[in-house]
């Protein structure tokens, strides 16, 4: 037939359709080659780069880790927490060592139980346990005369009838007593008929409750807490005392004629 292709004709056309579609084709496959390309998502989050010390800043918190934990610390839980060496720990703990055992010093660090706890030398024992004996007992106040200090601490300068109104209650007693404590102090008087006493905190206060100003008084729930302690305890004191006396007087007492 005239209109049917020659050969040669016929494969030039099948070529050009072959180009035709490898031209569709390759996009496609450039495309695939950069969605493999992208980024995979990010790893977890690597640990946080040790913190950088001299030698001396370490040290130094290496002697106030070992001062305030009560057990023993090994090298190897230090070294752990403050992301440093082991092998570095280890060395600064044997200079640290050596530091506390000179003469001048009346702390050491002793390795005790693979650990490293602070402590004073044994050749202070005596010195130290006499000190401890001449010192001031605690402080111990009853639950009144703690709800009146309160009274004063909160509402200085204050009458004595105003902490009677405020606690509802008789205090002339526990006022004496706080007074000989030294714990308050006379701080003039009330312009007012009668011209009434006013008292208030002192420095011995602030020294017995740990405080370097007024303004480091606890809340009113914070004091809360402490009545509530301080009422607990004088439960506990009052039923120790009892049963003390209960024992007292049944051994005291005879046993009947007759017994065994």
Do not use: C, W
Not at 83 to 108: H, M, N, W, Y
Request: hydrophobic share 45%.
């Amino acid at each position: 037939m005239a209109d049917e292709l020659e050969p040669r004709e016929q494969a030039e056309t099948a070529a050009a359709e072959v180009e035709a579609v490898e031209a569709l084709v390759e996009p496609v496959g450039e495309l695939a080659v950069e969605m493999e390309a992208e980024p995979e998502p990010a790893s977890e989050a690597e640990p946080e780069p040790a913190a950088e010390y001299s030698d001396t800043e370490l040290k130094a918190i290496l002697e106030a880790v070992i001062y305030v934990t009560e057990e023993p610390l090994e090298a190897k839980q230090i070294a752990l927490a403050l992301r440093q060496p082991l092998a570095r720990i280890e060395s600064l703990l044997a200079e640290l060592v050596d530091e506390f055992a000179k003469p001048e010093r009346g702390l050491q660090i002793k390795e005790i139980a693979g650990g490293f706890k602070m402590a004073t030398k044994p050749e202070l024992h005596e010195q130290v346990r006499l000190f401890v004996k001449n010192l001031k007992p605690p402080l111990k106040l009853s639950l009144a005369a703690l709800e009146t200090l309160a009274v004063i601490a909160y509402k200085q300068p204050i009458t004595a009838p105003e902490i009677m109104e405020i606690r509802g209650v008789q205090g002339g007693g526990v006022l004496k007593t706080l007074l000989d404590r030294k714990l308050v102090q006379v701080a003039g008087r009330k312009n007012v008929i009668g011209k009434p006493i006013l008292y208030k905190t002192n420095k011995e206060f602030l020294v017995q409750f740990g405080l370097s100003s007024l303004k480091e008084l606890p809340s009113l729930k914070e004091f809360e807490e402490l009545r509530r302690l301080a009422f607990s305890e004088e439960e506990a004191e009052a039923t120790t005392e009892a049963l003390e006396l209960r024992e007292a007087e049944t051994a005291e007492t005879p046993a009947p004629e007759g017994a065994a």
